[in-house]
């Protein structure tokens, strides 16, 4: 498995943006396939985005689409989440999340690696 580790989570003001970095451990960084997912204070963890190895395919869920974006540099080692627009419902515990896979999963069940999590503040 990958270890990973989350940052660039803060307090930011509605209209406002922020970027999410995921750094992955380990030399097969390239075959996962890697999602965003958070957890709303009080609520379940849900699907934000996920991106296949090589950026071609991206999936988001109908709440980001638009604002936010997906994207990774195979060569670092890091997906990032740049998230733009944020509105008060934002606010979550933000994860990154990690599969060896083709396709892009939607379900956190079928992810294996996680991070330990960041934390976004969106106010209004």
């Known amino acids: 498995q990958v270890q990973l580790v989350e940052s660039g989570g803060g307090l930011v003001q509605a209209g406002g943006s922020l970027r999410l970095s995921c750094s992955a451990s380990?030399?097969?960084?390239?075959?996962?396939?890697m999602g965003w997912f958070r957890q709303p204070p009080g609520k379940e963890r849900e699907f934000v985005t996920g991106?296949?190895?090589?950026?071609?395919?991206?999936s988001y869920a109908d709440s980001v689409k638009g604002r936010f974006i997906i994207s990774r540099d195979n060569a670092k080692n890091t997906v990032y989440l740049q998230m733009n627009s944020l509105k008060p419902e934002d606010t979550a515990v933000y994860y990154c999340?990690?599969?060896?896979?083709?396709?892009?999963?939607?379900?956190?069940?079928?992810?294996?690696?996680w991070g330990q999590g960041t934390q976004v503040t969106v106010s209004s």
């Open positions: 991106i296949n190895w090589s950026g071609s395919t991206t």
């Open positions: 999340a990690a599969v060896r896979s083709t396709v892009v999963f939607r379900s956190s069940a079928a992810y294996g690696s």
């Open positions: 380990g030399r097969t960084f390239s075959t996962y396939v």
